[in-house]
């Protein structure tokens, strides 16, 4: 990987998935330990975290970013490094926003900030992902581009989930939401030291020659449906199973994502340790995790893969439950931390790689778009139901131990996936390679 990282794809693809990393718990788990040290209530945390809804819905207006430039940016950096910059800048002002606003400047307005930012950000994905999928040459390329983009969005979930709790107990919330909003300076260099892919030029120029304008009826049929048919036409009845079964791999993680937080503080546990632990345990678990997610690919193929990730993530939920009987042990919260960062680096390599592998030039953003929406969209409207889920449970029984029963649900959430995870592995298994997939070792 530090040879790859020598090749300017690479480099700059590391940045894009730092940038793209950086908003994701801000308007998530994060922001939920500011809002409770505020004293919000656990259903208001659970509520507010469907902001995240915006990522879940982007394949809406993944065809026109397909098909359109970017107001102003488009002309003068290209299709897709104009949306770059634009979604960046957009986040920026978000964070900023939610820095001004906290929890004193009332709810309606920090929900506000958090959902422009969540919004720019899923934009900013759908162009992140397009530009990795067409700027790759080979198989090869894409699996490099594919382990930087983990690895900088890993670095980032560590800024905003662990360092910031740090800096947070230094000079407070709001000083650390400026400088994270300071910190997409990173994906705006990335941006503007980036080439414009030639497939995206290509794909451009032969819609433009062979398809009617995206403003007449024919075009906008073509820019919105066109994606998905070719999705379905080039996989055919696994279409269907395919969607099924990454609606729900990641659903387990998702559900218990919004009480993390909220969870530490009932625990007892301060920020500077929960930041502590983070930034060294749980890193070094997601760097192995995301590699051995990598290796597992390559050498077990992507179904395989998928189905030891199926286990692994939602069974290290169960983690949390014991974490929340044993109490504020911090060497139990370093085996917590450090079994769900390995778990979640290797389901999410395995996810993303298979995910980008089913893709088809000239809708390369709308189709990612569709897969990491329908990864996303069921557990982030589930999860606004986790705070309430919690307080329902703390009516029989004590706080940690209402928590560890609903870790321990959220973990038994992840069986339909796996499931459906060994369908699709026999299924993919008896028929040839298709267009647009990236056939494993048994293949």
């Not at 670095?155 to 910190?183: E, F, K, N, R």
């Amino acid at each position: 990987m530090l040879r790859a990282l020598r090749r300017p794809r690479v480099a700059v693809m590391l940045l894009l998935g730092f940038s793209s990393g950086l908003p994701f718990m801000l308007t998530g788990n994060t922001l939920g330990f500011w809002l409770r040290e505020g004293g919000i209530e656990l259903t208001a945390i659970g509520f507010l975290s469907w902001v995240g809804l915006a990522y879940s819905f982007k394949f809406l207006w993944a065809p026109l970013i397909d098909r359109l430039d970017a107001p102003l940016l488009g002309r003068l950096l290209g299709r897709r490094r104009g949306w770059m910059l634009t979604a960046q800048i957009l986040v920026a002002v978000g964070l900023a926003g939610i820095a001004a606003t906290g929890p004193g400047g009332g709810l309606a307005a920090l929900a506000g900030f958090a959902l422009l930012a969540a919004f720019a950000s899923a934009t900013q994905d759908v162009v992140v992902d397009a530009w990795r999928i067409e700027t790759a040459d080979d198989k090869e390329e894409l699996g490099l581009l594919t382990a930087a983009y983990q690895l900088g969005y890993r670095a980032a979930l560590l800024l905003t989930d662990a360092l910031i709790l740090i800096l947070a107990g230094q000079i407070g919330w709001p000083g650390s939401y400026l400088a994270m909003g300071l910190a997409m300076a990173v994906g705006i260099g990335a941006t503007l030291a980036a080439t414009e892919p030639a497939r995206a030029g290509g794909a451009a120029t032969a819609t433009a020659a062979g398809t009617p304008p995206l403003w007449s009826p024919r075009g906008l049929i073509d820019a919105v449906v066109g994606p998905f048919v070719a999705f379905f036409r080039t996989h055919g009845e696994l279409a269907l199973l395919m969607l099924a079964a990454i609606s729900l791999y990641r659903l387990a993680d998702f559900v218990m994502g919004p009480m993390a937080n909220p969870f530490y503080v009932d625990l007892g546990l301060s920020k500077e340790v929960v930041g502590s632990v983070r930034a060294t345990i749980g890193l070094w678990a997601s760097v192995v995790g995301v590699a051995v997610g990598g290796i597992s690919a390559v050498k077990l193929g992507f179904g395989r893969t998928l189905l030891i990730g199926a286990v692994a993530g939602p069974g290290s939920n169960l983690a949390f439950s014991v974490l929340a009987l044993t109490g504020p042990d911090p060497t139990a919260f370093a085996v917590a931390m450090a079994v769900d960062n390995l778990a979640t680096g290797f389901a999410g390599t395995a996810l993303v790689a298979y995910m980008s592998s089913l893709t088809s030039v000239g809708y390369t953003a709308t189709q990612y778009a569709l897969l990491s929406s329908f990864y996303a969209l069921l557990g982030k409207f589930l999860k606004g139901f986790s705070g309430g889920a919690v307080e329902m449970l703390k009516t029989g029984h004590d706080t940690l131990t209402a928590y560890a029963l609903f870790f321990a649900g959220t973990a038994a959430i992840g069986i339909p996936a796996l499931l459906l995870c060994i369908r699709l592995d026999r299924s993919t298994r008896r028929r040839l390679p298709a267009a647009g997939t990236l056939p494993g070792p048994a293949d």
